[in-house]
């Protein structure tokens, strides 16, 4: 268990810099799509989009966030110059980020209707859509971040 441990570390790695910015992610997405509202009551619903800006700027932070911790923590650099890597992950991440704006409305729209209780927590349609978003768009994200981007 142990070598198998030692050969995924960068795996394992990145679903721990991706769990943290998935839980920034959906933290600022919650505290966005309360707030928002309240001054942009169009926010809810823009032309059949659903909290457009709550998404779009909890999407952000969260970019921001794992760019630092994949350079730090996850990928080793060095393959393109940093302006050059810091424009491909921005490229790749507005990529992933309409990707996962896609995959949003389709979930909330379609998928989840109703509050799922837990238990500890109730999880809202648009929390769950958020969240299901995340997951089918980090496999990707890992993939291309890992061959385009940084050194393998």
Known sequence: MKKFLIRQKQVL???????????VEIG??????????KFLSWETDFYGIH??????FSTLIA???????????????????KKREFAYFMLISFLSTLLSLSFFQVFFRFLY??????????LSPEILSKISAIVLVS????????????NG
């Open 13 to 23: 790695f990145f679903i721990i810099a991706g769990g943290v910015c998935a839980m």
């Open 28 to 37: 600022t997405f919650k505290l966005f799509s309360v707030s928002i509202p």
């Open 51 to 56: 909290f457009p800006l709550s998404n779009i």
């Open 63 to 81: 970019i921001v966030f794992n760019y630092f911790l994949s350079i730090w923590f996850v990928f080793e650099r060095g393959k393109h110059s």
């Open 113 to 122: 209707s109703e509050n799922m209780d837990i238990g500890v927590f109730v």
């Open 139 to 150: 496999v990707l994200n890992y993939s291309v971040k890992k061959k385009v981007i940084f």
